[in-house]
Protein backbone atom coordinates (compact mmCIF):
# COMPACT_ATOMS: atom_id res chain seq x y z
CA UNK A 1 0.00 0.00 0.00
CA UNK A 2 3.02 2.46 0.51
CA UNK A 3 3.78 2.17 -2.94
CA UNK A 4 0.29 3.60 -3.58
CA UNK A 5 0.40 6.48 -1.50
CA UNK A 6 3.76 7.51 -2.71
CA UNK A 7 2.86 7.08 -6.63
CA UNK A 8 0.09 9.36 -5.87
CA UNK A 9 1.94 11.63 -3.96
CA UNK A 10 4.58 12.10 -7.04
CA UNK A 11 1.92 12.28 -9.75
CA UNK A 12 0.29 14.99 -7.24
CA UNK A 13 3.49 16.76 -6.78
CA UNK A 14 4.40 16.61 -11.10
CA UNK A 15 0.64 17.81 -11.02
CA UNK A 16 0.95 20.60 -8.53
CA UNK A 17 4.43 21.73 -10.75
CA UNK A 18 3.24 21.59 -13.74
CA UNK A 19 -0.10 23.90 -12.39
CA UNK A 20 2.33 26.90 -11.48
CA UNK A 21 2.68 27.03 -15.19
CA UNK A 22 -0.82 26.48 -16.46
CA UNK A 23 -3.87 28.54 -15.41
CA UNK A 24 -6.47 25.71 -15.48
CA UNK A 25 -4.58 22.97 -13.08
CA UNK A 26 -4.27 24.18 -9.92
CA UNK A 27 -1.13 24.06 -7.91
CA UNK A 28 -2.16 24.02 -3.92
CA UNK A 29 -4.61 21.26 -4.02
CA UNK A 30 -2.32 18.69 -5.69
CA UNK A 31 0.64 19.78 -3.15
CA UNK A 32 -1.73 19.31 -0.66
CA UNK A 33 -2.56 15.86 -2.07
CA UNK A 34 1.27 15.00 -2.75
CA UNK A 35 1.71 16.75 1.54
CA UNK A 36 -1.42 13.99 2.27
CA UNK A 37 -0.29 10.98 0.01
CA UNK A 38 3.93 11.19 1.33
CA UNK A 39 2.57 10.84 5.10
CA UNK A 40 0.39 7.69 4.09
CA UNK A 41 3.51 6.34 2.23
CA UNK A 42 6.76 7.57 3.32
CA UNK A 43 8.06 9.70 6.40
CA UNK A 44 11.12 10.93 4.81
CA UNK A 45 9.18 12.03 1.79
CA UNK A 46 6.64 13.81 4.15
CA UNK A 47 9.02 15.90 5.45
CA UNK A 48 10.91 16.64 2.38
CA UNK A 49 8.01 18.46 1.34
CA UNK A 50 6.93 19.95 4.05
CA UNK A 51 10.70 21.17 4.62
CA UNK A 52 11.06 22.07 0.60
CA UNK A 53 11.75 25.79 0.65
CA UNK A 54 9.77 25.79 -2.57
CA UNK A 55 7.16 23.57 -2.50
CA UNK A 56 5.80 24.17 1.66
CA UNK A 57 4.92 27.82 1.99
CA UNK A 58 1.46 27.40 0.03
CA UNK A 59 0.88 23.84 1.77
CA UNK A 60 1.56 24.91 5.18
CA UNK A 61 -0.18 28.88 4.81
CA UNK A 62 -3.40 26.43 3.45
CA UNK A 63 -3.45 23.82 6.46
CA UNK A 64 -3.03 26.30 9.01
CA UNK A 65 -4.80 29.40 7.84
CA UNK A 66 -6.21 28.42 4.74
CA UNK A 67 -4.70 31.37 3.42
CA UNK A 68 -3.43 32.25 0.10
CA UNK A 69 -0.28 34.72 -0.20
CA UNK A 70 -1.18 37.86 -2.10
CA UNK A 71 1.65 36.91 -4.95
CA UNK A 72 -0.01 33.54 -5.35
CA UNK A 73 -3.20 34.99 -6.08
CA UNK A 74 -1.58 38.27 -8.26
CA UNK A 75 0.31 36.04 -10.38
CA UNK A 76 -2.48 33.21 -10.93
CA UNK A 77 -4.91 36.25 -11.78
CA UNK A 78 -2.13 37.96 -14.66
CA UNK A 79 -1.85 34.01 -15.67
CA UNK A 80 -5.27 33.45 -16.45
CA UNK A 81 -5.85 36.63 -17.73
CA UNK A 82 -3.26 36.03 -20.12
CA UNK A 83 -4.79 32.83 -21.33
CA UNK A 84 -8.17 34.19 -21.99
CA UNK A 85 -5.96 36.96 -24.21
CA UNK A 86 -4.35 34.10 -26.02
CA UNK A 87 -7.90 32.13 -26.43
CA UNK A 88 -9.59 35.10 -27.75
CA UNK A 89 -6.48 36.00 -29.87
CA UNK A 90 -6.26 32.94 -31.42
CA UNK A 91 -9.95 31.78 -31.07
CA UNK A 92 -11.21 32.72 -34.84
CA UNK A 93 -7.36 31.08 -36.74
CA UNK A 94 -7.49 27.94 -34.76
CA UNK A 95 -11.66 27.59 -35.20
CA UNK A 96 -12.40 27.54 -31.48
CA UNK A 97 -15.59 28.11 -31.30
CA UNK A 98 -17.26 30.70 -28.99
CA UNK A 99 -18.62 29.05 -26.31
CA UNK A 100 -15.44 27.12 -25.55
CA UNK A 101 -13.74 30.89 -25.45
CA UNK A 102 -16.86 31.98 -23.10
CA UNK A 103 -16.87 28.60 -20.69
CA UNK A 104 -12.53 29.19 -20.33
CA UNK A 105 -13.84 32.83 -19.32
CA UNK A 106 -16.44 31.73 -16.50
CA UNK A 107 -14.45 29.15 -15.45
CA UNK A 108 -11.06 31.43 -14.77
CA UNK A 109 -13.53 34.07 -13.23
CA UNK A 110 -15.13 31.66 -10.67
CA UNK A 111 -11.34 30.40 -9.43
CA UNK A 112 -10.15 34.06 -9.41
CA UNK A 113 -13.33 35.25 -7.02
CA UNK A 114 -12.32 31.76 -4.75
CA UNK A 115 -8.94 33.23 -4.84
CA UNK A 116 -9.28 36.32 -4.04
CA UNK A 117 -11.67 35.45 -1.26
CA UNK A 118 -9.30 33.81 0.66
CA UNK A 119 -7.73 35.26 3.42
CA UNK A 120 -4.10 36.40 2.97
CA UNK A 121 -0.61 35.78 5.06
CA UNK A 122 2.50 37.52 5.45
CA UNK A 123 4.94 36.30 2.68
CA UNK A 124 6.92 35.13 5.28
CA UNK A 125 8.41 31.36 5.66
CA UNK A 126 5.50 29.66 7.35
CA UNK A 127 6.83 27.38 10.34
CA UNK A 128 6.27 23.41 10.62
CA UNK A 129 6.29 22.27 14.10
CA UNK A 130 8.33 19.11 14.38
CA UNK A 131 7.81 16.72 17.17
CA UNK A 132 11.43 16.28 18.98
CA UNK A 133 12.38 14.02 21.77
CA UNK A 134 13.65 16.73 23.65
CA UNK A 135 12.09 18.78 26.31
CA UNK A 136 12.48 22.76 26.70
CA UNK A 137 12.18 22.23 30.80
CA UNK A 138 15.29 19.67 30.85
CA UNK A 139 18.29 21.21 32.20
CA UNK A 140 21.28 21.00 29.93
CA UNK A 141 24.49 21.00 31.83
CA UNK A 142 26.84 24.29 31.65
CA UNK A 143 29.88 24.08 30.21
CA UNK A 144 32.41 25.82 32.08
Known amino acids: M ?5 TLGWIALVLGVIGAFLPLLPTTPFLLLAAWSFSQGSEKLHLWIMTHPKLSPPIIDWQ ?5 QRSIKVTATFTMLAMIGL ?5 SP ?4 SWAV ?3 AVILTIVAAFLWTR ?5 IQ ?9 HD ?8
Do not use: C, M, S, Y
Not at 137 to 144: C, F, I, L, S, T
Open 94 to 97: LAIP
Open 137 to 144: DEQQPEKG
Open 87 to 91: TVLFA
Open 102 to 104: IIQ
Open 64 to 68: ENRAI
Open 119 to 123: PEVEK
Open 2 to 6: KFFWI
Open 126 to 134: PTLKIETNQ
